[in-house]
């Protein structure tokens, strides 16, 4: 009996000592900026090679390719159908298969427009498990067909609902291919939606262009501080996606009282949330100098993390401040 009323007398500490060191956490929603997962084509022209594999779907995909190219400020890109590109020698996109693009001769062509690079996919099924040889150098067709056989092996995917394409980016200029990678999305590879079809376009592009991703951020849920009822509805309001409303109401609350690290910690996660990192670098300073609680400086490093990925998608210098918590 007197072991059972320790151990409860123990877990009671530790709850109020949590509640003292600063509450709980909760977790809201956020969208971060991520770089090209493969290279930045940021500003250059592209070229979309044919699509290999199912007719269908390779056509349908080639031309949401051109529909969805990013167009927006800091992350466009001029898409060109490589069918169109002009040779004075009138080269033909033929290969030795019949019916597929030449990559000599598409890559020869994209040279002499000025391309920049060149992207080639591939429609995959799951019963595939060679990719066929292309027409390229070998040092070019083995990176070309490694990504190919990665994505065709790979087990997890359900032919019946996803669509697989395996992309690979070529260089021009530097006359290089640079890594190919598979890319999955739902849908039915037999009998395709509009919608679907556009998600693996805008899928394949995150590999060239900056993107946006879903994260979640973790908040503090203080419980016997002052302010602590209006950081809470704080919370649930950026839980609910509304940021800005949370920002206000958490800026209300460190008006009232200067000195509260929870509003200063949550602040650095809002300023994260409208890309003002040096902002949110400043707050989670400021509540790591009242209080080094282990989620702080965690916050710390996944804010400079943040920047990191910001910085490296659009092709910005280091900030002056520098790095402190991360490494390259």
């Not at 150098?137 to 070309?144: A, H, K, R, V, Y």
Request: net charge neutral; with cysteine; charged share 25%.
């Amino acid at each position: 009996m007197e072991r059972s009323r320790s151990h409860v007398r123990s877990i009671i500490c530790c709850l109020v000592l949590c509640l003292l060191a600063g509450g709980c956490r909760s977790a809201a929603p956020i969208h971060v900026w991520s770089p090209p997962k493969l290279a930045s084509a940021v500003g250059g022209k592209v070229a979309i090679a044919p699509i290999r594999g199912d007719a269908a779907l390779a056509q349908s995909l080639g031309e949401a390719m051109l529909r969805n190219q990013p167009r927006d400020a800091g992350r466009s890109v001029v898409a060109i159908d490589a069918r169109r590109l002009q040779s004075d020698e009138k080269i033909r996109l033929v290969s030795a298969v019949e019916g597929e693009t030449s990559d000599i001769a598409l890559v020869t062509l994209a040279r002499r427009n000025e391309i920049d690079f060149v992207l080639i996919g591939e429609v995959l099924k799951s019963s595939d498990r060679r990719s066929r040889a292309t027409s390229l150098p070998t040092e070019i067709t083995e990176n070309l067909n490694r990504s190919v056989e990665n994505a065709a092996t790979d087990s997890s995917a359900d032919e019946s609902g996803l669509i697989r394409v395996s992309w690979s980016l070529m260089d021009v200029r530097r006359g290089v291919p640079l890594s190919g990678l598979p890319v999955v999305t739902p849908g039915n590879p037999h009998n395709p939606d509009d919608q679907a079809i556009d998600l693996a376009a805008t899928s394949a592009w995150e590999l060239i262009a900056p993107h946006v991703i879903r994260d979640h951020a973790e908040l503090i849920a203080p419980r016997l501080v002052l302010g602590a009822g209006d950081i809470r509805k704080g919370n649930i309001t950026a839980a609910a996606g509304d940021w800005k409303t949370a920002e206000e109401i958490w800026l209300a609350v460190l008006r009232q009282y200067p000195r509260n690290h929870a509003a200063k910690h949550n602040l650095a996660v809002a300023a994260i949330a409208r890309q003002d990192y040096s902002a949110a670098r400043r707050y989670i300073a400021e509540a790591l100098a009242s209080r080094s609680s282990p989620l702080y400086r965690s916050t710390s490093v996944w804010i400079e993390q943040s920047q990191r990925d910001y910085h490296t998608a659009f092709g910005l210098p280091d900030p002056p401040e520098g790095w402190a918590a991360t490494s390259r």
